[in-house]
Every structure is written in structure tokens, then in C-alpha cells.
């Protein structure tokens, strides 16, 4: 399997920053970690076999980027206005540094976004802010509001990166097209305590007729053995 790792000064983040690259071609997918989490969190987790066919055969690029989520969303000790502000650097370190590297090594135009539990915010979040970007979106276990990290503080940055706030406002007829041809699946444990937050979306979504596959799971399935079977499920589409 191929696999490259790839370092660098980021200017949008003032600092150095890691990323790991699965695969040799296919459609490009971008993967956001856990809470905190690192670029190396699936490979350690063993995703990457759980996609192994696909990587293979040249079906899926999957690429791995790090978070800063201690610098921005869990910063309790930073401003709420700091923490969201250090998110929208992120998200510019995506457009203008990732994303330019996916498409110089691969042309492939279909860009997948996915994670899990923080990373699942991570990953429909981006999808849905950049909808003329992405064509599939996979959430696993995931949260779509950010006032558990704003202590009661709220902007137009908070604002519009969440996602449960901002959908429901959108009317842009091109992002709402873009939306509507978009691949959007939320997968998520029947009793997990965030299911409240997938559901919500998924309403929100459907009011503005973004179509969607709300996807629930037997039990509390919130852990990396449930992660692996939604991953198989649902990397291809909405099965």
C-alpha cells in the first residue's frame, strides 16, 4: 500500500504541520481525526485496512491531516472569538495548502470528506461550507453545533460554522444546488447521546431539500469498532 508522509511550515497556521497520504489514485478523501487527535490516529486504528481494497485497486487517495483543536475549539483558556478565529485559520490551511497538494498529485475531482465523533464536525462542516468542493460527505458519531465549546459567546464565524445555525438560513441558489448534488450521510449510534444533533441536521437539511441519508446504528455504536463498519458501509455511498 502506498503510503507518503508530508511536513511543513503552514503559513495559515504559523506552524509546523503533518499529514499522512494512503493510496496512488481515486477519488481524493480528506480525513479529520477524533478530539485532539493526530494524522496518524487511523493509520493506528487500523482504517486504512478497513479501506485496503480500495486503496489497492486505486479506487480512494485518503489523506490524513492533524487537528488543532487544542488551539482552538477545546482552547477553554483562549476567548471563544480566539478559539473560532484559530478554526478559521485551520479551514484556510485546507483550502490553500491541502487541498492544492491533493490536486497537484491527484487530479481526481471528487473529493470526499470524513471522522468521526469531532471529526465527523470537522468533515460535514468543511463539506458544507464548500459544497462546490466536496461530493460526498461521511459523518460517524458526530456533533453539528459548536456552543458546547462558544460558552455562550456567539459571531458570524461561530455562526457559520454551525452547521445546525447556518443551513436553515442558507438561500444561495448555487450553494443550494451544490448542496443538493452533494452525497451527505450521517451515521450514528441509536442511543448515542449526540444522535439529537444528527437528527437535527438531517431535518434542517431536508427542509431546504438537501437530500440526506440519516443512518442509525444499533445501541451506542460511539467507538472505533462501530467506525470501522460505518467506514465500509458508507465510504462508496449510501448503502
Not at 479529520?32 to 486505486?58: I, Q
Not at 495548502?97 to 470526499?112: A, K, R, Y
Amino acid at each position: 500500500m502506498n503510503r507518503e508522509y508530508h511536513k511543513w511550515a503552514s503559513p495559515a497556521l504559523g506552524r509546523d504541520m503533518e499529514l499522512l497520504i494512503y493510496g496512488f489514485a481515486g477519488a481524493r478523501v480528506l480525513v479529520f481525526p477524533t478530539s485532539k487527535g493526530r494524522f496518524y490516529e487511523w493509520e493506528d486504528r487500523g482504517m486504512m485496512h478497513t479501506v485496503g481494497e480500495h486503496l489497492e485497486r486505486g479506487w480512494l487517495q485518503i489523506y490524513c491531516v492533524d487537528s488543532v483543536d487544542a488551539e482552538s475549539w477545546y482552547a477553554r483558556w483562549r476567548h471563544p472569538g480566539e478559539r473560532v478565529w484559530r478554526h478559521m485559520q485551520y479551514e484556510q490551511y485546507l483550502l490553500e495548502e491541502v487541498l492544492p497538494l491533493s490536486w497537484q498529485i491527484n487530479q481526481n475531482p471528487f473529493l470526499i470528506t470524513t471522522g468521526a465523533s469531532f471529526g465527523a464536525y470537522h468533515a460535514v462542516n468543511f463539506a458544507l461550507r464548500h459544497p462546490h468542493l466536496v461530493g460526498r460527505t461521511l459523518g460517524m458519531s458526530g456533533i453539528y453545533e459548536v456552543s458546547s465549546w462558544t460558552d455562550g459567546y456567539y459571531d458570524d464565524n461561530v455562526y457559520y460554522n454551525s452547521p445546525c445555525d447556518f443551513i436553515p438560513n442558507e438561500h444561495d441558489w448555487g450553494r443550494l444546488e451544490a448542496l443538493r448534488k452533494m452525497d451527505i450521510i450521517l451515521a450514528i449510534g441509536h442511543d448515542d447521546s449526540l444522535r439529537g444533533s444528527s437528527d437535527r441536521l438531517s431535518t434542517v437539511l431536508w427542509e431546504k431539500g438537501i437530500g440526506n441519508a440519516l443512518r442509525l446504528w444499533d445501541g451506542w455504536a460511539h467507538d472505533w469498532p462501530w467506525w470501522h463498519q460505518m467506514l465500509a458501509s458508507y465510504i462508496g455511498g449510501h448503502d
